[in-house]
């Protein structure tokens, strides 16, 4: 069965910083990545998302993510932070013909000004 | 329009009251999905529509009747719920059915069910 890992339920980092969220994946065949972000109270929206082609993958807010199938891992990273990008990031798969996107348990994300 | 709408934002029902949650697009996507969210947990599947015919329902309560009246719309109605039925439910959408196509979401309707 499908099943996403995160291993960080919550990462601090400075305002400025670097960063870099962790995604493990296990799914037998060619997953569909995707990475969400969640402000409190709010929907979810897609920053991102993975399913062939380039390993290195650019989203909206200066985001990207790197899929590495060999390490089962689709890990995010931002190279300078924002206080605005406070909020909760989830992981999640798919696969070709699946109607289920199978999300992580999150990463909370906390900005230090 | 590449928006989900869900109304209400937030609800407080009876246990012994009825209730519908309101969905929708006007992205053209033919496929719809209700998600429920606990506090601090992530979403969860509970329905899938796909060209406004039902094609999953995760073993959900019958207490809780989805419906897709046509491509653009879609509701959760709600009905004697108990109080561990509080949460955020979210709509979404997608082009088709599919999980390759990442989902569009709503901001989400606040369920608290006393």
């Known amino acids: 069965a499908q099943s996403v890992t995160q291993p960080d339920i919550h990462i601090t980092v400075s305002e400025g910083a670097s960063l870099e969220l962790r995604c493990n994946y296990s799914y037998g065949a060619t997953p569909y990545l995707f990475w969400y972000v969640q402000s409190p109270g709010q929907g979810l929206q897609l920053l991102l998302k993975?399913?062939?082609?380039?390993?290195l993958v650019q989203g909206i807010k200066g985001f990207e993510a790197e899929f590495k199938r060999s390490q089962s891992s689709f890990n995010l990273r931002k190279p300078s932070v924002h206080w605005s990008d406070a909020a909760e990031y989830f992981c999640?798969?798919?696969?070709?013909?699946?109607?289920?996107?199978?999300f992580g348990k999150g990463t909370r994300l906390h900005i230090l000004p | 329009d590449t928006e989900v709408t869900q109304t209400p934002k937030h609800l407080v029902m009876g246990m012994t009251n009825k209730k519908s949650l309101k969905c929708e697009q006007h992205?053209?996507?033919?496929?719809m999905y209700w998600y429920k969210q606990k506090a601090k947990k992530p979403p969860e599947l509970m329905f899938v529509y796909s060209y406004e015919k039902l094609s999953i329902n995760e073993s959900v309560p019958s207490r809780f009747s989805p419906e897709c009246p046509n491509s653009s719309l879609l509701n959760l109605h709600l009905h004697a719920l108990q109080p561990e039925d509080s949460a955020l439910y979210l709509c979404?959408?997608?082009?088709?059915?599919?999980?390759?196509?990442?989902?569009?979401f709503g901001s989400g309707t606040r369920l608290t069910v006393v």
């Open positions: 993975y399913f062939s082609g380039d390993t």
């Open positions: 999640a798969v798919g696969a070709l013909r699946d109607d289920k996107i199978i």
């Open positions: 979404a959408s997608s082009p088709h059915r599919g999980a390759n196509y990442g989902y569009t």
């Open positions: 992205m053209g996507h033919r496929a």
